[in-house]
């Protein structure tokens, strides 16, 4: 249940992001299903790139182009 909440928050923040904005998600493991989830809802529109990549903490920039 909390892990679904996470997920539908980060869907309103990335559906609510304009051209160029970005923002940064920190996750406590590197989250491949979310991106997937998001790849598959929003394709090319939405760039990811990791800003930092474990042990503790991942942390993703994820910008609409």
Same mark, same amino acid.
């Given at each position: 249940l909390l892990l679904e909440l996470v997920r539908q928050g980060v869907d309103g923040v990335v559906d609510? /992001?304009?051209?160029? %904005?970005?923002?940064?998600?920190? #996750?406590?493991?590197?989250?491949?299903?979310? /991106?997937?989830?998001? %790849?598959?809802?929003?394709?090319? #529109?939405i760039q990811v790139s990791y800003v930092e990549e474990g042990p503790e903490a991942w942390k993703l920039k994820l910008a609409r182009v």
């Open positions: 609510g /992001l304009q051209p160029g %904005a970005a923002f940064v998600l920190v #996750a406590p493991h590197n989250p491949v299903p979310l /991106l997937n989830q998001i %790849a598959d809802r929003h394709g090319d #529109a």
